[in-house]
């Protein structure tokens, strides 16, 4: 006698076979390859036999075109001695951050030095140590960070 969970299994199986579709291959005028299962957009492509492994991959997104080269006539200009001013503006303030965080790498170095120097009566085990260490470690590797991004921005500048 069959019981319900072998007419589940029977359905199931019965179910799988039918569940693939036709894969077609497609090139267009430019040697473009894609492949799809959708009958409609498959007019003119070559149909790929069922033995086949197939993997499916997401499309790529579509890019957007390209921005115009040349600004238009009514834009807005800035004049060279403006634009100069801007970028030692910029300068002077980049280089007021990474002084401050220079300083504040060098105060998380110390906190990080002056705790790996302690040891307390329950850290026997070295992973409460590091437990303990970590987030000093996580600070120094934050101003860490932000020095380096800070000298990139000021070696990109003009």
Do not use: W
Request: aromatic residues 4%; charged residues 30%; contains cysteine.
């Amino acid at each position: 006698m069959k019981t319900p969970m072998h007419r589940l299994l029977l359905l199931l199986t019965l179910l799988a076979g039918s569940a693939h579709a036709q894969v077609y291959k497609c090139v267009d005028e430019e040697g473009r390859v894609t492949y799809t299962n959708d009958r409609t957009i498959a007019k003119g492509c070559t149909q790929l036999s069922q033995d086949q492994p197939v993997s499916t991959i997401p499309a790529p997104a579509a890019r957007p075109s390209p921005a115009p080269s040349a600004a238009p006539q009514n834009f807005p200009r800035v004049s060279p001695d403006a634009q100069r001013e801007r970028d030692q503006s910029r300068r002077q303030i980049l280089e007021k951050e990474l002084a401050q965080e220079e300083s504040a790498l060098a105060e998380a170095q110390k906190a990080l030095a002056d705790q790996e120097a302690v040891r307390y009566g329950n850290e026997r085990n070295y992973q409460r140590v590091l437990d303990r260490l970590a987030p000093f470690k996580e600070k120094v590797e934050q101003h860490q960070r932000n020095v380096d991004a800070l000298k990139r921005e000021l070696r990109e500048l003009r």
